[in-house]
T-cell receptor, first 112, second 115 residues
């Protein structure tokens, strides 16, 4: 079945720097990709949903890139600020019905 | 307001005791999920429920069972809890189980400690 590997597990950047989190997946037929943000002690909140038909997706302060050839999904936080400090999880919807497969998570710390 | 509500938020139990975790959602979502989250492992799927009395095992169902008697309510039961079931448990719901509607809405989590 689908396997998702997320790197790095921990990331510390200075305020204003960029932060990049990457997930690689194995099922070439995967079509839906998600990024979730989990602030300390809180639940997971959807950051962005990406379809495989679109390779670059921009949100507020971040960009999601999808490289279907390499089966790689990345989240790039531009000009990170302390409010971005959280755990981030990618999730991939494989070709089979229903189950999302989550990455292991990245704990991001943005230092002032 | 779309919400997934989990009760209790924190729970301490002794090994061998029974545990009931409850989850409700007010979005009339068909599909509901139970995950556990352990450090370094991300979220692991325990059970999926596609509707009332239509439940399927996830990736780590051993030691757990579920009950869904109403669409808006999904329970996770640990019969005779074990110390390795100490974890944070998340309930989630989605409009349906497949494709683009797979956006999951998560509850706040239940932190369970089994001593």
């Amino acid at each position: 079945g689908e396997q998702v590997e997320q790197r790095p597990p921990h990331l510390s950047v200075r305020e204003g720097d960029s932060a990049v989190i990457t997930c690689t997946y194995t099922d070439p037929n995967s079509y839906y990709f998600f990024w979730y943000k989990q602030e300390p002690g809180a639940s997971l909140q959807l950051l962005m949903k990406v379809f495989s038909s679109t390779e670059i997706n921009e949100g507020q302060g971040f960009t999601v890139l999808l490289n279907k050839k390499d089966k790689r999904l990345s989240l790039n936080l531009t000009a990170a600020h302390p409010g971005d400090s959280a755990a981030y999880f990618c999730a991939v919807s494989p070709s089979s019905f229903s189950k999302l497969v989550f990455g292991q998570g990245t704990s991001l710390s943005v230092v002032p | 307001d779309m919400k997934v509500t989990q009760m209790p938020r924190y729970l301490i139990k002794r090994m061998g005791e029974n545990v009931l975790l409850e989850c409700g959602q007010d979005m009339s979502h068909e599909t509901m999920y139970w995950y556990r989250q352990d450090p370094g492992l991300g979220l692991q799927l325990i059970y999926i429920s596609y509707d009332v009395d239509s439940n399927s095992e996830g990736d780590i169902p051993k030691g757990y069972r579920v009950s869904r008697k109403k669409r808006e309510h999904f329970s996770l039961i640990l019969d005779s809890a074990k110390t390795n079931q100490t974890s944070v448990y998340f309930c989630a719901s989605s409009l349906s189980g497949g494709g683009s509607q797979n956006t999951l809405y998560f509850g706040a989590g239940t932190r369970l400690s089994v001593l």
